[in-house]
């Protein structure tokens, strides 16, 4: 028992690489690389992937063939620019405390999962940054025969916006908090090789008042918006291991108010057609990319915008030992922003993954995003480099080591920031 930590120890400081590859807040809904890869042989999965019978959660069985999977994590973190600011940085120690429950049911047929989390944040110095994040959902689906199925996600969050958001005020005096609830509902019928996807989704925002430094709040109703998706993919196997796919997608985003703060009508209505593969090339490399076309229209004065549209998620084995990870993909994000329609997101990612020893995954990530925003100059880049230790103890522990530096550069004078993140994790798992 005390040798292993002694080993931890030796480890973070001979081999100080590596990196969470999700945050201890990400929405327990989403799910597990074990659970993604189920039908993929062990020597074709990822590092983290892969089953390791003395260390992976069992879960504790239910009646009606269910099983839970209770967890929680407990990360202190040091930050040494908590408001995300160019000069006059303040630095605090904060606490993130994150419980999750997930019953998942254990049938041969159809599936049925209920999830709830939260994540409070304790700021040792900054009170007035103390919040409590959290989320509540369920997915679910229906087998129905010759290959046919129907799944549905409907969830309900009170989120916050980080401090990096273009959408902060210099004088509020916490956080933008909102709640989201969102519901997804499709249907895929696949009776041979060609099969479709129909189905659409619906997500609605609304944003809380913001207290600000000296007194009063930030009326933020003007942010309240719904946003409709109705969307359909056809792909077809074109042989074990490779399918390929074209997807169309129409969007509509409809605000609660006529016109915002700034004096603008906000809402705006969009699509996108896509062609890509889904891909297992040998045991090497495995994942999805496609490539297409955007568009979305605004309401004079705001500009519309188009262009290319894509996405990549591609993981390689380079060794038994090592994965690594392609990702990246454009986003159109909502903004408040006088004069800009959206914030128009480009993101790209490397990391990996590396089996230092059965019980210890060295992990490293580096991310780079350009954000524009159509109608004004401004542009902004924010590279992101991490290095980090996950150390599985046993099948009810697990700890992790992480250094984490971000940075804004802008066009804009006095909004460029960098931080530096060391944060120190446990967690429990039945």
Known sequence: MYLRPLKLTALALTAAVGAFSNSASAQV???SLTETYASTAT?????????RPEYDAKGIPLDGGFRLFPALT?????????????????????FDIAPTLRIRSDWNRH????????????????????????NAGADGRYDITGGASVYDNGSVAQLHENRSSPNNVGFQASPNRYFQYHDEISATYQPNRLGFTAGGLYDQFNYQFTPLIGGGFQNNQDRNFSEYQAYGK?????????????????????????????????????????????????HLVSGEAYVGYLKQDFTAPLKSL?????????????????????????????????????SDDKSISLSADYELLRDVIVQARG????????????????????????????????????????????????????????????????
């Open 29 to 31: 809904a989403s799910p």
């Open 43 to 51: 020597e074709d999965l990822p590092v983290m992937a892969r089953p």
């Open 74 to 94: 407990v990360t202190g973190t040091s930050d040494d620019n908590i408001y995300r600011t160019q000069t006059l940085t303040q630095s605090d120690f904060i």
């Open 111 to 134: 599936m049925l999962e209920l999830y709830a989390g939260l994540n409070n944040y304790e700021y040792t110095s900054h009170s007035s940054e103390n919040l409590t994040d959290w």
């Open 234 to 282: 056809a792909f077809y196997d074109f042989s074990p291991g490779y399918t390929g796919f074209v997807r169309a997608a129409y969007d509509t985003r409809q605000f609660a108010s006529t016109l915002d703060r700034t004096g603008v009508h906000r809402s705006s209505n969009g699509y996108r057609i896509d062609a890509g593969v889904d891909l297992q090339l040998s």
């Open 306 to 342: 188009g262009g290319i549209d894509y996405a990549v998620k591609l993981d390689w084995l380079a060794t038994p030992l090592l994965t690594v990870h392609l990702e990246g993909q454009r986003t159109l994000t909502q903004v408040i922003l006088a004069g800009a329609s959206v």
């Open 367 to 430: 991310a780079y995003v350009d954000s524009s925003y159509p109608g004004i100059t401004r542009h902004d880049t924010y590279p992101d480099l991490s290095v980090g230790l996950k150390y599985m103890i046993d099948r009810h522990f697990s700890a992790d080591l992480k250094y984490d530096y971000s940075e804004r550069s802008t066009n804009i004078g006095g909004f460029n920031f960098s931080d530096n993140l060391i944060m120190v994790g446990i967690n429990l798992h039945d």
